[in-house]
């Protein structure tokens, strides 16, 4: 089992940026790949990105392309979302997840065996 924190949201102006991050709670030995999701208000969640154990490996939401990249220190068991250009849209919870390394990346929920409590990312226009 992998817990994991979600830290780095808050309230910025359309155009900004933020550095969201997840830390694994403890150590662990288990490789596990993550993704990071987001909830708006009213909205299903959503897929947003994906990075595999290695780092190697990046997978995108078409609506966050070239805006956010993923990425990870696996020293630090932390995971990482720097979102740049950021729009009133991108407003939600962010979540991210974690699932045991080696299988295809996952975009749904189900895909995810490990979860984060929420960040909440506000972007005022």
């Known amino acids: 089992q992998v817990q994991l924190v979600e830290s780095g949201g808050g309230l910025v102006q359309a155009g900004g940026s933020l550095r969201l991050s997840c830390a694994a709670s403890?150590?662990?030995?288990?490789?596990?790949?993550v993704g990071w999701f987001r909830q708006a208000p009213g909205k299903e969640r959503d897929f947003v990105a994906h990075?595999?154990?290695?780092?190697?490996?990046?997978y995108y939401a078409d609506s966050v392309k070239g805006r956010f990249t993923i990425s990870r220190d696996n020293a630090k068991n932390t995971v990482y979302l720097q979102m740049n250009s950021l729009k009133p849209e991108d407003t939600a919870i962010y979540y991210c997840a974690g699932r045991p390394a080696g299988r295809a990346v996952g975009y749904s929920n189900n895909d995810y065996d490990y979860w984060g409590q929420g960040t909440q990312v506000t972007i005022s226009s």
């Open positions: 403890r150590r662990t030995r288990i490789a596990y790949a």
């Open positions: 990075i595999n154990w290695s780092g190697g490996s990046t």
